[in-house]
């Protein structure tokens, strides 16, 4: 289990989860090994003393930045490095759908039109 060193400063205007963020992908550029699991959000959020939101946060932006992989419920996984790029032929593009696909968000979703004809997406959580 991956267990970086993380100082929260409660005093600054960066968000908290921002600074749990950046204090982990800083810790994973150093050189942790890719396949190494992190702590559960609830775990890390008691060691932090913060909420588990923030740190769920804090995951779901390192998944976006590609440092991270997984999904809420299974563990969050330190990514191979390169993997998103090569894989997805980008060349370190970000493709927001195919993020959003892969955090399953919205979870479910209903597509329906509006008597105008507009598309309406209704997310059940």
Request: hydrophobic share 40%.
């Amino acid at each position: 289990m991956f267990l970086p060193s993380i100082v929260l400063d409660r005093g600054s205007s960066t968000p908290l989860h921002q600074q749990v963020g950046r204090q982990i992908a800083r810790a994973i550029r150093d050189g942790v090994a890719a396949g190494s699991r992190l702590p559960s959000s609830r775990v890390m959020a008691t060691m932090l003393g913060v909420s588990r939101n923030t740190v769920m946060t804090a995951y779901d932006d390192l998944v976006a930045a590609g440092l991270i992989r997984g999904r809420r419920g299974a563990g969050m996984l330190v990514a191979v490095r390169g993997s998103r790029a090569e894989a997805s032929g980008e060349g370190g593009m970000l493709d927001p759908q195919r993020v959003l696909r892969e955090a399953q968000y919205p979870a479910r979703t209903l597509h329906i039109v509006d008597p105008d004809g507009a598309p309406l997406y209704l997310s059940f959580r």
